[in-house]
C-alpha cells in the first residue's frame, strides 16, 4: 500500500520538485502552501499523510507553531525544513515532537531517503500486540533508568519521562549495550539508516534534547556520558 506524504511549502517549485521525486518512488504526495491548509489536509481521517514534509518558513502561520497544533491531535510523522541552518538547535532541540529535519538547499534524494527511513521507524504501540512479545522483548534496566521497547516508554527513578521518537531510539541503542562508546557515525547507521544524508551534528542536537528530557547534566552526566574525541556512552543510571 503506498504511503501518503504531504508536502508544505510556499514555494511552489521546491513543492513540483519534492513531489515528482516522491511520486517516482511509489509515495502518494498532496500538497498545502499554507500552515493553514497543512492543518486542514493533515487532520486525522481516511486520506491522512502518513508523513509531512513542512517548512519552518511559512507565510501565515510558522511551521513551528503548525508542528505544535499538529501534535494536539495527531502521531503523524513531521520532518521539519528550514533555510537557516543556524535554527537547527532550535528546531530539534525545542519543538514538540519533529521526527527529522533538512536544511535548505537540499538534495531532492536525500529528502526521499529521508522520508523513507523516518517511515521505517514504529510509532508507540505499533510494536505491542503480539502475545509473548514482553516475555521475548522485556524492558531494559540500567540503574535508575527502564526503556520498554514494546510500550516504547522511559522511566527514570519510577517516573515515565517524555522523548522524542529520535531521543527514544538513540537510548534504545545505548541501553542494549551499557558502556559501549558509540561514535556519532555508528548512531547514525543505527538510528537514522545506513542511508543517511546529512551533517553528523543531528546526533548531537539529539542528544542534547534526550539528556535535558531525562534530567541529565553533560557536565556530571548519570545516564549519557561524552567520551571526547570518540562519541556517546550510556553510564551505570545511578549518580545522583
Same mark, same amino acid.
Given at each position: 500500500?503506498?504511503?501518503?506524504?504531504?508536502?508544505?511549502?510556499?514555494?511552489?517549485?521546491?513543492?513540483?520538485?519534492?513531489?515528482?521525486?516522491?511520486?517516482?518512488e511509489g509515495f502518494l504526495v498532496?500538497?498545502?502552501?499554507?500552515?493553514?491548509?497543512?492543518? $486542514?489536509?493533515?487532520?486525522?481521517?481516511?486520506?491522512?499523510?502518513?508523513?509531512?514534509?513542512?517548512?519552518?518558513?511559512?507565510?501565515?502561520?510558522?511551521?513551528?507553531?503548525?508542528?505544535?497544533?499538529?501534535?494536539?491531535?495527531?502521531?503523524?510523522?513531521?520532518?521539519? +525544513?528550514?533555510?537557516?541552518?543556524?535554527?537547527?538547535?532550535?528546531?530539534?532541540?525545542?519543538?514538540?515532537g519533529a521526527d527529522d529535519y533538512?536544511?535548505?538547499?537540499?538534495?531532492?534524494?536525500?529528502?526521499?531517503? $529521508?522520508?523513507?527511513?523516518?517511515?521505517? $521507524?514504529?510509532?508507540?504501540?505499533?510494536?505491542?500486540?503480539?502475545?509473548?512479545?514482553?516475555?521475548?522483548?522485556?524492558?531494559?534496566?540500567?540503574?535508575?533508568?527502564?526503556?520498554?521497547?514494546?510500550?516504547?516508554?522511559?522511566?527514570?527513578?519510577?517516573?515515565?519521562?517524555?522523548?522524542?521518537?529520535?531521543?527514544?531510539?538513540?537510548?534504545?541503542?545505548?541501553?542494549?549495550?551499557?558502556?559501549?562508546?558509540?561514535?556519532?557515525?555508528?548512531?547514525?547507521?543505527?538510528?537514522?539508516?545506513?542511508?543517511?544524508?546529512?551533517?553528523?551534528?543531528?546526533?548531537?542536537?539529539?542528544?542534547?534534547?534526550? $539528556?535535558?528530557?531525562?534530567?541529565?547534566?553533560?557536565?556530571?552526566?548519570?545516564?549519557?556520558?561524552?567520551?571526547?574525541?570518540?562519541?556517546?556512552?550510556? +553510564?551505570?543510571?545511578?549518580?545522583?
Amino acid at each position: 500500500m503506498s504511503r501518503r506524504v504531504l508536502v508544505v511549502d510556499d514555494e511552489r517549485g521546491i513543492r513540483e520538485i519534492l513531489r515528482a521525486y516522491l511520486e517516482s518512488e511509489g509515495f502518494l504526495v498532496s500538497e498545502a502552501a499554507t500552515g493553514a491548509d497543512a492543518l $486542514r489536509r493533515a487532520a486525522p481521517g481516511p486520506d491522512a499523510p502518513d508523513l509531512v514534509l513542512l517548512d519552518v518558513g511559512l507565510p501565515d502561520l510558522d511551521g513551528l507553531e503548525v508542528l505544535r497544533t499538529l501534535r494536539r491531535s495527531s502521531d503523524v510523522y513531521v520532518v521539519l +525544513v528550514t533555510a537557516r541552518a543556524e535554527e537547527v538547535d532550535r528546531i530539534v532541540g525545542l519543538t514538540v515532537g519533529a521526527d527529522d529535519y533538512v536544511t535548505k538547499p537540499f538534495s531532492p534524494r536525500e529528502v526521499v531517503a $529521508r522520508v523513507k527511513t523516518v517511515l521505517r $521507524r514504529a510509532r508507540s504501540g505499533e510494536a505491542a500486540g503480539t502475545a509473548g512479545a514482553v516475555e521475548e522483548d522485556p524492558v531494559l534496566r540500567v540503574g535508575a533508568l527502564a526503556l520498554d521497547p514494546i510500550r516504547r516508554e522511559v522511566h527514570v527513578d519510577g517516573e515515565q519521562v517524555a522523548l522524542s521518537t529520535l531521543e527514544f531510539d538513540l537510548l534504545h541503542s545505548f541501553i542494549r549495550s551499557p558502556g559501549r562508546v558509540f561514535s556519532r557515525a555508528q548512531l547514525l547507521e543505527e538510528v537514522w539508516g545506513y542511508d543517511f544524508y546529512g551533517d553528523e551534528r543531528v546526533v548531537d542536537v539529539h542528544i542534547r534534547g534526550m $539528556r535535558k528530557a531525562l534530567g541529565d547534566d553533560a557536565t556530571a552526566p548519570r545516564f549519557i556520558g561524552t567520551v571526547r574525541g570518540v562519541g556517546y556512552k550510556l +553510564v551505570d543510571g545511578d549518580r545522583r
